[in-house]
């Protein structure tokens, strides 16, 4: 089974600076795509970031980035000139590409709750 | 572009009862799954529903039941609850096809207390 670790409970950034998030995750497949997703107090989870595991190239979103390495099973986010609305909740996620239901569904991490300050 | 809402928004409960939870999909979107979000932790699968039938379930009891409708939105039906069962459920939308899904996009989330 499929598993995914977040070694950081909490992390913490001073406004305009840089963090990165570190996840690592667990598979014996080879096709796979992985996520973050960032949750506010307002509970939503919102898609911050997709990263395909067949790309070698590393997923960018404006601010957002990652640092997949495949062999590692390592994928971390990076997030530039963080903004005061850039707190909130991390999840790191795996969805097999295998397939619907179950197997298409996604596998989350406990989260790392970063605080942003001003 | 309507996203993905979630009723109600915040539900108390006492154990024993039973609990309907609802969700309309995003436009366009034909996939639906569910997921419970315990205090402090990542959200654990429940089950997922492609075109009106349910279409892979994750480690919960039969007590945990859904539906989707025609026009692609979903109920979540909880029964005999119990006070473990006090989380935030969400609801994701995405396109699917027979053998895979897409991204999934998260709607607000439903509060449950258990007492």
């Known amino acids: 089974a499929q598993t995914v670790t977040q070694s950081q409970p909490e992390m913490s950034v001073q406004e305009a600076e840089t963090v990165t998030l570190s996840c690592t995750y667990d598979t014996s497949e080879s096709d796979y795509y992985l996520f973050w997703y960032k949750q506010p107090p307002s509970r939503q989870m919102i898609l911050v970031i997709r990263q395909e595991a067949y790309k070698q190239q590393n997923a960018t979103e404006n601010r957002f980035s990652v640092n997949f390495q495949k062999a590692a099973k390592s994928f971390s986010l990076k997030i530039s000139d963080s903004q005061l609305g850039d707190a909130a909740m991390y999840f790191c996620?795996?969805?097999?590409?295998?397939?619907?239901?179950?197997?298409?569904?996604?596998?989350f991490g406990k989260g790392t709750k970063l605080s942003v300050k001003p | 572009e309507t996203g993905v809402t979630q009723s109600p928004t915040h539900l108390i409960k006492t154990r024993g009862q039973q609990v309907t939870l609802r969700c309309s999909s995003q436009?366009?979107?034909?996939?639906v799954s569910w997921y419970q979000q315990a205090l402090g932790q990542g959200p654990q699968f429940i089950f997922q529903?492609?075109?009106?039938?349910?279409?892979g379930r994750g480690n919960f009891p039969p007590r945990f039941s859904g539906l989707q409708f025609p026009n692609y939105s979903s109920e979540l039906n909880v029964n005999a609850l119990e006070l473990d069962d006090s989380a935030l459920y969400l609801c994701?939308?995405?396109?699917?096809?027979?053998?895979?899904?897409?991204?999934?996009?998260f709607g607000p989330g439903t509060r449950l207390t258990v007492l």
């Open positions: 436009s366009g979107h034909n996939t």
């Open positions: 529903y492609y075109r009106e039938e349910e279409n």
């Open positions: 996620a795996y969805r097999s590409a295998r397939g619907g239901g179950s197997q298409g569904n996604l596998i």
């Open positions: 994701a939308s995405s396109i699917g096809t027979s053998g895979s899904t897409d991204t999934q996009y």
